[in-house]
């Protein structure tokens, strides 16, 4: 078992922010820079996700969202896009009955129309096994990107007005909230990059107006329970006033 593998007990000196988001980057950097295939990068990120999902549970977080497939990572080579998807069948037969053991719940973002049927059956079997639980809400998300999520709303709002449902008048902020893909889950207090980008990518583009936004170097497959923790002590830092002039506490 490697150092960052090991169970560690110590508690934080923070309090955690109920929801973090990871853009989990530098997988294939991560590789290169040590002479192994992208694919090996991308291995050693499950592991990564592994100990991120434990230390979130002991940290307090109460929902993590990560970004495991991008809708525009469909343009990698077919190569490694098998390599990602395998991954995600194996995370799933292999890690569910854990996740589920240790009460997490797991949510499931993203377009399914048009993924491969083995994989949207694994995904809602993930959801429906844990949709009881109540301990850390794990939210995948999955053949995802922000705009689409947005535009997929969009034609839901539109279809409610076409049935005379809803009136064009009524459609307010609530409203686009209400038909994204997790609508009962709160938006990002915190969200990670890692890798040293300092972009969005198209993630959670609604959700994050007054999330906070922490920039790590770290490649994804380092990033254990020290990175994360530094992140939130980072974002405790932050005033968050959410356009108004009262600053409130960062969790
Ligand atoms: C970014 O690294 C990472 C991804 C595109 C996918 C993230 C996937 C995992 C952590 C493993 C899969 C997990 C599940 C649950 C399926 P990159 O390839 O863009 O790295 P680079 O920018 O250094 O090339």
Redesign the pocket.
């Known amino acids: 078992m490697s150092e960052a593998d090991k169970p560690q007990s110590a508690q934080p000196a923070f309090t955690a922010p109920r929801h973090v988001a990871i ?10 820079a040590r002479g192994l295939p ?1 694919a090996e ?3 050693r ?2 592991e ?2 592994r100990r991120t999902i434990r230390s979130a549970g002991e940290i307090g977080i109460k929902i993590i969202t ?5 809708a525009e ?1 469909w343009s ?1 080579p077919a190569s ?1 896009i098998g390599e ?2 395998g ?2 069948r194996r ?2 037969r292999n890690d569910l009955a854990e996740l589920h053991k240790s009460n997490v719940r797991v949510r499931i973002i993203g377009e399914r129309d048009g993924l491969d049927p083995d994989i949207a059956r694994l995904l809602t079997e993930a959801e429906e096994l844990t949709k009881d639980n109540s301990g850390l809400t794990l939210v ?1 998300a ?1 053949n995802y990107g922000a705009r689409q999520e947005i535009a997929r709303a969009a034609r839901r709002i539109a279809e409610e007005v076409a049935a005379g449902r809803m009136a064009t008048a009524d459609i307010g902020l609530e409203t686009i909230g209400r038909f994204l893909d997790a609508p009962d889950l709160p938006d990002p207090d915190l969200i990670i990059r890692t ?1 040293g ?1 300092q972009r969005l990518s198209n993630f959670l583009l609604w959700q994050s107006a007054y999330s906070e936004l922490v920039f790590v170097p770290t ?3 380092d990033f254990d329970r020290a990175t994360l923790e530094a992140a939130i002590s980072e974002y405790q830092q932050r005033e968050r006033r959410f356009g108004g002039l009262v600053a409130k506490t960062g969790s």
Do not use: C, K, T, Y
Request: glycine fraction near 10%; hydrophobic fraction near 50%.
């Open positions: 853009i989990m980057d530098g997988n294939g950097r991560w590789a290169a992208r990068g991308h291995r990120g499950v990564a996700l990560i970004f495991s497939f991008s990572n990698r490694e990602l998807m991954l995600l995370f799933i995948v999955f890798s980008e490649n994804w497959p």
